[in-house]
């Protein structure tokens, strides 16, 4: 289970933008709002995925912005052939369309690497030959008490063993994995986390930080489930000398069991054989009325309705920016 992590109105004290961005700005010198939703091909989209797909799309044409896709295939080895293409279809369907050609992770390594570069000339990272077993026993050695199921199951919080050089020799032909050096709240309930793998596949981290920052995307519209990634990804932010997005959390959509619905407990796939039901079952999530008729005609009346309520219908009438709107 992922840990608790400082709520939003912490995050909030930074700064929402920055000089630093690489900013889309209209004829007026402003910036421009500019959302994106970013699936991973591995499988098709899910009511959950429907949910965050829809609400980052409404609040994007309330600020009358960029809506983008990004097809986050950084970890090919768990990417599906051909899912891109009927994830995108999904969303065509269903009359979400990007605002630009989507980009692919995938294609994009140079420029992860450059700002890994960055990272260890500026000694903000550091080489590690540990590996998940190695981390649990580091953890268990030191707190004999530890539960040993959250250290199979949940997310480890690095003990810092390579923080001052490896402790352990590389086989023959080996690479590193390396690690963000993390402080405070972050280094206590996550520990330095990582940025490239050993096997060369950078990781969700640090793909999508620099992905945020080289697209200019001022505002992320996500599931609750990703809340726990926003503080160590501003932690990178900051190191890398990026802006910060305002964020966004909605609700999840939970299987029968409870558990946050998703492709690794067998979620369905999307019908979007009917769209205007797959739709107003993600729009009721949200707290949005039941619409019927054309697609392109709901989702302008969603449009007007996140606009009047300001993305907080949903929460009760406060809204989860971890900042104040634009």
């Known amino acids: 289970m992922a840990k608790q992590l400082p709520d939003e109105p912490t995050l909030g004290k930074l700064a929402p933008f920055s000089g630093q961005r690489s900013a889309h700005s209209d004829k007026h010198g402003g910036v421009i709002y500019r959302g994106r939703f970013a699936p991973s091909p591995t499988g098709p989209l899910h009511a959950g995925s429907l949910v965050a797909a829809l609400a980052s799309y409404l609040d994007a044409k309330t600020h009358n912005g960029q809506w983008l896709i990004r097809i986050e295939d950084t970890d090919t080895p768990r990417c599906i052939a051909g899912m891109d293409q009927v994830i995108l279809q999904q969303l065509a369907a269903l009359g979400l369309h990007s605002d630009e050609a989507p980009v692919y992770q995938s294609e994009r390594s140079d420029l992860y690497q450059a700002a890994l570069d960055c990272l260890i000339a500026e000694e ?43 402790t352990q020799p590389l086989e023959p032909g080996a690479q590193p994995s390396w690690r963000f050096v993390t402080e405070g709240d972050v ?103 039941q619409q019927t008729g054309h697609i392109q005609n709901a989702l302008e009346a969603w449009t007007a309705e996140w606009a009047q309520h300001r993305g907080a219908a949903f929460c009760h009438g406060a809204a989860l920016y971890n900042s104040p709107r634009e």
């Open 187 to 289: 280094k206590q309930q996550i520990g330095d986390f990582v940025l490239k793998r050993a096997d060369g596949c950078f990781t969700y981290q640090m793909a999508v930080v620099v992905d945020d920052a080289l697209q200019g995307i001022t505002h992320v519209v996500r599931g609750a489930d990703l809340l726990d990634n926003t503080p160590r990804q501003i932690a990178l932010q900051q190191a890398l000398g990026y802006a910060t997005p305002q964020y966004l959390h909605t609700p999840l959509v939970k299987a029968p069991d409870g558990e946050k619905l998703s492709k690794q407990n067998g979620a369905q796939a999307l019908d979007v054989s009917n769209p205007m039901r797959a739709l107003n079952a993600a729009a009721h999530v949200l707290g949005l009325s």
């Open 124 to 166: 903000k990272v550091f080489p590690c030959s540990c590996s998940r077993k190695d981390v649990a026993e580091a953890i268990a050695k030191a707190n004999p008490s530890a539960n040993p199921q959250n250290l199979r199951h949940g997310e480890l919080v690095y003990p810092g063993t390579c923080r001052h050089g490896m």
